[in-house]
Structure formats: structure tokens, C-alpha cells
């Protein structure tokens, strides 16, 4: 079965650059969840889609947007980054927002 | 503020023994509590679920006790295998809404 898909699976930069993350829902789900996990914590949400519209924001920085585009992948927009920007990024998709949701198994953003 | 506590922080169990972890919430709006197991460096997976209208819910070798008066619920795992060595986080949700995770549990099964 088709999982969610997410790029890149490792991704580099230096303390001020900016970064793109993309998450590929499941086939025919219209919601996107971005999750940020920091070592040894539990996900935190940051914002979600529904239907290629913001639904829920969550702890999400200022320097930090998102979108869905009309295939409903998303993509995370981060700039200025900072050292403690570094963290593994989920995105979990569901259909019919509310069902169960199905999680990518991360980029892991390492701002040096 | 952390919506959904979660104990312990690990545990340690001999293979075939039971794992009991435990989570507690105080938002009597959550209406979906889900257990995610995650493997390092692997996005979380869903084990099992529950609905507050049901005390107890089983799936194999994992159970989720309910106890919606006392706002708590748990996952026991039986007959403990040296493959579930994970964390284990449970979670709250209300709605469609995001989901709030507990601080996990790093569960060690020793063979």
C-alpha cells in the first residue's frame, strides 16, 4: 500500500538558510499534519491542510510557512533557519479529516 | 504546556513479561486517544486506538484500558517481545483536530 512520502529524507544547512520540505500524501487523503519532533521529544504539531487550506496552525515559528498545492502535496517552508531548528519533520495525512493519520517517516533537518 | 502526560519515561521487561504504560489528559473534548510506536529515525506508527465510550479495546498482544471518570488510559503489551523495543507515545485528539502527543516511553524487552 502507498504510504506517505517525504523529501528529502536528510537535508543539511547552515544557521540562516532557508529550506523546503515536501510530503506526498497517501492517494486520495485532503489532509496534511506537519509534525516537528526534537531529540528525545514527542511530535509537536505546526500546521495543517485541509482541502489545500490552512485548517489548524500550532506552534509553528513566524519564519516558518506552508501549503497544500492542488495535487495536495504540502511543502514547509523554513527560513532564517536556527540551530534549534534542528529536528526530524513528520507529515501525516488522513482522509476525511478526523480518520486515523498516517505518518511519513521524516526529514531530518540538521542546521549547523 | 504538555496536554497528554505520559509514565513512565522507560521500561525495562524481560521477554514474555506484560508492558504497562500509562497516560493521563485533562481536556474532556478528546474524543480519539491512539497509541504510536516509533522506531528511531522512523516516523510513528499506529498501533491501536480507542473511543471514550468503550473502557477497553484489544488487538493481539496490545490492550487499551479506558478509564474515562479518572481521565486516564494505558497500553498493556503481553507477552513482551525483544522487536517491540520502541518508544511508544500515546496521544489526544478532538475532532478533526491535530494531535497532541505524550512525552513518550522508551520500552527495552530484554531477551
Known amino acids: 500500500a502507498a504510504g506517505v512520502i517525504q523529501s528529502p529524507r536528510h537535508l543539511i544547512k547552515e544557521k540562516r538558510e532557508t529550506a523546503t520540505l515536501k510530503c506526498y500524501p497517501i492517494?486520495?487523503?485532503?489532509?496534511v499534519y506537519w509534525y516537528q519532533q526534537g531529540p528525545g521529544q514527542d511530535p509537536q504539531f505546526l500546521i495543517s491542510?485541509?482541502?489545500?487550506?490552512?485548517?489548524d496552525k500550532g506552534s509553528i515559528p513566524d519564519r516558518f510557512s506552508a501549503q497544500q498545492f492542488s495535487d495536495y502535496h504540502s511543502e514547509l517552508n523554513m527560513s532564517s533557519l536556527e540551530l534549534g531548528d534542528s529536528a526530524l519533520y513528520f507529515c501525516?495525512?488522513?482522509?476525511?479529516?478526523?480518520?486515523?493519520?498516517?505518518f511519513g517517516p521524516g526529514t531530518r533537518l540538521t542546521v549547523l | 504546556q504538555q496536554q497528554v502526560k505520559q509514565s513512565p519515561q522507560s521500561l525495562i521487561v524481560q521477554k514474555g513479561g506484560i508492558s504497562i504504560i500509562n497516560c493521563a489528559y485533562e481536556?474532556?473534548?478528546?474524543?480519539?486517544f491512539p497509541w504510536y510506536q516509533q522506531f528511531p529515525g522512523k516516523g510513528p506508527a499506529l498501533l491501536i486506538a480507542?473511543?471514550?465510550?468503550?473502557s477497553e479495546k484489544k488487538e493481539g498482544r496490545f490492550t487499551i484500558s479506558f478509564n474515562k471518570s479518572a481521565k486516564q488510559f494505558s497500553l498493556h503489551i503481553m507477552d513482551s517481545q525483544p522487536g517491540d523495543s520502541a518508544t511508544y507515545f500515546c496521544?489526544?485528539?478532538?475532532?478533526?483536530?491535530?494531535?497532541?502527543f505524550g512525552t513518550g516511553t522508551r520500552l527495552t524487552v530484554i531477551p
Open positions: 492517494p486520495r487523503h485532503d489532509t
Open positions: 491542510f485541509y482541502e489545500k487550506m490552512q485548517s
Open positions: 496521544a489526544a485528539r478532538r475532532g478533526a483536530n491535530n494531535l497532541f
Open positions: 501525516a495525512s488522513t482522509h476525511l479529516a478526523g480518520n486515523e493519520q498516517f
Open positions: 480507542i473511543r471514550p465510550d468503550v
Open positions: 481536556n474532556t473534548a478528546f474524543d480519539y
